[in-house]
């Protein structure tokens, strides 16, 4: 008596997928469901041990060493053993594991036969008393059980090991193509407990950074995904069509606009948590729909969001993982502030050997062509500098650095830096190489604002398909008053891969875009 394992050729999975059937319609010839409809544990796996050892220390086992009452489990079978009038199993219910002890002159002849029945990957309940083995392990001696799910498709459990002299289970993937555990990220979760892990923590981070949002007295919003104009960032959007309306619509590739919308209409503190999406290639710190945290702060700049930004970056690292310095990708990472501040000018200007803003826009595509970055084409001077800082400076900013000062041309959105007329007030915080969190010292003044989005339109004239449309209606807005306003944008997926260690966007996003599968 033992359920299948993995199989290694697709001749054994055909084979599998066979008998796994005929075992489904055996069940359902003998009148039991296979697919049942519920089941009521008493106890998760963790919560069951945890009552076997307080019964133990309190000395409240019976003369047979169980726990007076019965408990209830569920889980999934992750292995079996059988030894003629006796087997043992783990099932694991998405928070641990437990065995199960199944003893033929307890369950009765017909009932013990019917676990032939069962395959590694079926989902049962089970009823019985906890009790621990010779080998110390906290156990559910089987007085019931029922079949909850017949898993018809092997999962890619793997193989474990145990080493003979230390006694340690060893554990082999069974699912080491990356690509397909993203394709099939079910099966992933379902054998790597610790993907499962990085998804909790992700929750837990994401609630972190609303429950500091909310003590720092802002309010939770939700504005449209679907816009008849995108702005606020320079991207390429996706593109529909409302059939009622017969509009072409746009799906959001930021949240700025609305949100400082809300700030004219007196809404002083505004955050949103939100799925965005830009229509642009995929690399390990892109994928087309992303979650992005944005918030307002009116009667502040650029200065005290970045004072805003430590603390809440400390609050989420104490709050999450107990510490603040963390290992990124063999790199040691400290969160303790004050972050490193830098001049864009300063720094670009140092790699290329030549002062950044005194290079014509021909002389900036020069340099980027030399290092062949690129879709050039179309591009201004604003984003060539972009392309340049991302190719020579990005990706010596491990240690957390405020990024400050950007050229004019690359900030519509922002003021202009107080004294200095061609930078403006804007930061990007970068940590492991990864720019995390954009902000602005917003532009507030709406005939600057219009002359700025009248340059992104010559931009998009000449070529560049990614520079921001002219929204009449947000100028209306500025027009009834905009107070002075603080402004950040933060990328929820890049700071879970950091503060998980995740090398790609991809291990942090549940279901991620990919390309076709070849074939």
């Known amino acids: ?7 290694d050729s697709m001749d054994d999975l055909n084979y599998v997928l066979r008998q796994r059937r005929e075992k489904l319609r055996t069940l359902r010839e003998e009148g039991v469901e296979p697919f049942a409809y519920n089941f009521a544990p008493t106890h998760r796996s963790e919560a069951a041990t945890e009552r076997f050892q307080e019964a133990e220390e309190a000395e409240e086992l019976t003369d047979a060493g169980q726990v007076a009452e019965e408990v209830a489990v569920a889980g999934r079978i992750l292995s079996w053993r059988g030894h003629g009038k006796s087997a043992f199993a783990h099932i ?4 641990g594991t437990i065995q199960l002890y199944f003893r033929k002159n307890v369950l009765g002849d017909d009932a013990f036969e019917a676990l032939d029945l069962l ?5 049962i309940g089970v009823r019985g008393h906890l009790f621990r083995t010779r080998t110390g392990e906290v156990t559910v001696q089987v007085s019931a059980s029922q079949i909850l799910s017949k898993s018809l498709r092997p999962l890619p459990f793997g193989k474990v090991e145990e080493d003979e002299e230390t006694g340690e289970r060893i554990h082999h993937s069974g699912f080491s193509d990356q690509e397909g555990r993203y394709r099939q990220r079910y099966a992933d979760l379902a054998v790597h407990p610790e993907v499962r892990e990085v998804f909790r923590t992700r929750a837990r981070i994401v609630s972190e950074l609303r429950r500091f949002l909310d003590d720092e007295g802002f309010l939770e919003v939700e504005t449209p995904a679907l816009q008849p104009l995108y702005g606020g960032a320079t991207a390429r959007p996706f593109v529909t069509h409302h059939e009622a309306l017969d509009r072409r619509m746009y799906l959001r590739i930021a949240d700025e606009l609305y949100l400082k919308r809300l700030i004219v209409g007196g809404m002083d503190r505004v955050y949103e948590i939100a799925k965005d999406f830009r229509n642009e290639g995929l690399s390990r710190f892109h994928n087309p729909e992303f979650t992005m945290l944005e918030w307002y702060q009116a009667f502040s700049d650029y ?3 970045m004072e805003l930004v430590e603390r ?5 690292a104490d709050a999450v993982l107990g510490r603040r310095a963390l290992e990124y990708q063999g790199e040691t990472i400290s969160l303790d502030p004050p972050f490193r501040r830098l001049r864009l000018v300063d720094a670009l200007s140092d790699a290329l050997g030549r002062e950044v803003l005194d290079l ?5 595509r020069d340099e980027a062509k030399d290092r062949s970055l690129p879709e050039l084409s179309g591009a201004g001077r604003g984003k060539l500098i972009d392309k340049l800082f991302g190719e020579l400076v990005e990706p010596d900013l491990v240690q957390p650095t405020f990024v400050l000062d950007h050229p004019r041309e690359l900030s519509p ?10 930078l403006t007030e804007r930061f990007e915080l970068y940590m492991a190489g990864m720019e995390i969190f954009n902000a602005f010292s917003e532009l507030n003044d709406p005939l600057d604002q219009r002359d700025r989005f009248e340059g992104q339109m010559g931009l998009r004239a000449a070529g560049d398909d990614e520079a921001q449309q002219l929204d009449e209606d947000y100028i209306r807005a500025l027009e009834y008053g905009m107070p002075p306003t603080g402004g950040v944008g933060m990328g929820v997926d890049r700071f879970v891969m950091l503060l998980t260690d995740q090398p790609s966007i991809r291990d942090v996003i549940l279901f991620p875009t990919l390309r076709d599968p070849e074939g």
């Open 92 to 95: 694991e219910d998405g928070g």
């Open 360 to 364: 014509s826009e021909d002389e900036l």
């Open 119 to 123: 395959d590694l990957g079926d989902w």
């Open 1 to 7: 008596m033992s359920p299948p394992s993995t199989p």
């Open 413 to 422: 959105l922002a003021k202009p830096k107080r004294g200095e007329p061609r």
């Open 303 to 305: 200065e005290d969001q």
């Open 312 to 316: 809440m970056v400390v609050h989420v």
